[in-house]
């Protein structure tokens, strides 16, 4: 069964510096997302991206976010200087032309 | 701007009791609607979701839930609860196009032996 893949599972960084989180969505899908959860928070949603442009943000997703599909299979999420608050569970998720979304796995960052 | 409420933080029930887990949304137009399942350490995983026709939907693991527009309302039920149901359990509004999913706060199901 096809799944939606992230690595790294764990990031560990340093106030300060950029990090590059990474998804592999499902092949055929059109929609991409990515979504985080704070610890013990519901989880937010970040950014939706379609046919290689932002569809839609959240007040979340400042000037310090950036989202790219590189090539034809992964869709990636910068930050370019973290903050300690920016700790949390990301999570990124597809969706063909249907309304249900596929999450995966998640990446744990930890701003120290 | 839509909202999702989910009435509990934590609820606990006997194993082989009926779970009920609440799901109130605001919304102005049509809605999607989804339940998802965390585990620990897990992403989520979708268990059932309501986007046209049949109002009453049957999801993974013997769960369903009704759409009542009338009361706003998407509540999730299993009929008689199994100790791997234990998890924080989702409920997620969509207004359908590219719109990223609002979710609920969560509410942790705890299973009694």
């Known amino acids: 069964e096809p799944e939606v893949t992230q690595t790294p599972s764990h990031q560990v960084t340093q106030m300060g510096q950029e990090v590059i989180l990474r998804c592999v969505p499902i092949?055929?899908?059109?929609?991409f997302y990515w979504y985080r959860q704070i610890l013990g928070q519901k989880v937010e949603f970040l950014v939706s991206?379609?046919?290689?442009?932002?569809?839609?943000k959240s007040e979340i997703f400042d000037d310090q976010f950036s989202v790219e599909r590189p090539d034809g299979s992964n869709f990636t999420l910068k930050i370019r200087s973290t903050k300690l608050e920016d700790s949390a569970m990301y999570f990124c998720?597809?969706?063909?032309?249907?309304?249900?979304?596929?999450f995966g796995p998640g990446t744990r960052l930890t701003v120290l | 701007a839509q909202s999702v409420t989910q009435l509990g933080s934590h609820v606990s029930v006997s194993e082989g009791a009926l779970v009920l887990l609440r799901c109130n949304y605001s919304s102005s137009v049509p809605p999607y609607l989804f339940w998802y399942v965390q585990y620990p350490n897990q992403g989520l995983q979708l268990l059932l979701k309501y986007t046209t026709g049949a109002t009453l939907v049957k999801g993974i693991n013997g769960f369903e839930a009704e759409f009542k527009k009338s009361e706003t309302s998407f509540h999730l039920t299993k009929p008689s609860a199994h100790m791997s149901d234990a998890a924080e359990y989702f409920c997620?509004?969509?207004?359908?196009?590219?719109?990223?999913?609002?979710f609920g706060k969560g509410t942790h199901l705890i299973i009694q032996p």
């Open positions: 998720a597809s969706r063909s032309s249907y309304n249900e979304q596929f």
């Open positions: 997620a509004y969509s207004g359908g196009g590219a719109d990223g999913l609002t």
């Open positions: 991206f379609y046919n290689n442009e932002i569809s839609e």
């Open positions: 092949s055929n899908h059109l929609y």
